[in-house]
């Protein structure tokens, strides 16, 4: 199966830990979107990625946010000393160059902060 | 501002009982109008794109139009597995994101 890849798919931190999401997008596919699913709000976007290239992080928030997409391996968001309002789902999208707004999205990571 | 509002939240219907739901936005220059599938705890599903007003688009049961202001997605013969959040989405102006409803869940009962 070449689809979008996440892990972990739940990921259980304690305030004040680092967590780290992973995505690998798609086969061929070289952009990469990250989205958060909060229960009452839909999904919002927060990142859009190119290998080694962050072009639009508008919905990141500010501190503690942080994404990545090297040149080799998965996409990483990072988001360090969570706090219990950083629980939710994370969805990672991808899509090819050509049909750059057609996106398809993997399993999620669940997180949740104790 | 952009921004996508779906309707109904919720709707029940009976095995067989056609329906649509609506999708309604307003993104300066449109460049395509998604609708995904989404059932508890997974990742949303690619169903359709649209494109320009007039267009449709079908697969099984379900079919999908769009008009310069909104899209239908309607469900013809619904049977129980159709169960789930159908979300609609549009890009941002600059393209570099979807804007997401917040999806109408639906659950068909036998």
């Known amino acids: 199966n070449a689809g979008v890849m996440q892990n972990p798919r739940h990921l259980v931190r304690r305030r004040g830990q680092e967590a780290r999401l992973r995505c690998s997008p798609m086969?061929?596919?070289?952009?990469v979107y990250w989205y958060r699913q909060l229960p009452e709000e839909g999904l919002k976007f927060m990142v859009y990625?190119?290998?080694?290239?962050?072009?639009?992080e508008s919905g990141m928030p500010k501190e503690r946010f942080s994404a990545e997409f090297p040149k080799e391996g998965p996409s990483i968001l990072r988001i360090q000393q969570v706090v219990r309002g950083d629980s939710a789902a994370y969805f990672c999208?991808?899509?090819?160059?050509?049909?750059?707004?057609?996106?398809?999205f993997g399993p999620g990571t669940r997180l949740t902060v104790l | 501002e952009d921004q996508v509002t779906q309707s109904p939240e919720a709707l029940r219907l009976q095995e067989g009982e056609s329906s649509s739901l609506n999708c309604s936005y307003t993104?300066?220059?449109?460049?395509?109008l998604f609708w995904y599938r989404q059932d508890p705890g997974k990742g949303p599903e690619f169903l359709f794109t649209?494109?320009?007003a007039g267009e449709e688009k079908e697969k099984e049961r379900l079919k999908a139009t769009l008009t310069k202001k909104e899209s239908f997605l309607h469900i013809t013969a619904p049977k129980p597995e159709d169960s789930a959040t159908y979300l609609c989405?549009?890009?941002?102006?600059?393209?570099?994101?979807?804007?997401f409803g917040k999806g109408t869940t639906l659950s068909v009962s036998s």
């Open positions: 086969k061929g596919h070289s952009h």
């Open positions: 649209l494109y320009s």
């Open positions: 999208a991808s899509s090819g160059a050509a049909t750059r707004n057609e996106q398809f």
């Open positions: 989405a549009a890009p941002n102006q600059a393209g570099t994101a979807l804007i």
């Open positions: 993104v300066s220059g449109l460049r395509g």
């Open positions: 990625l190119q290998k080694e290239n962050i072009i639009d």
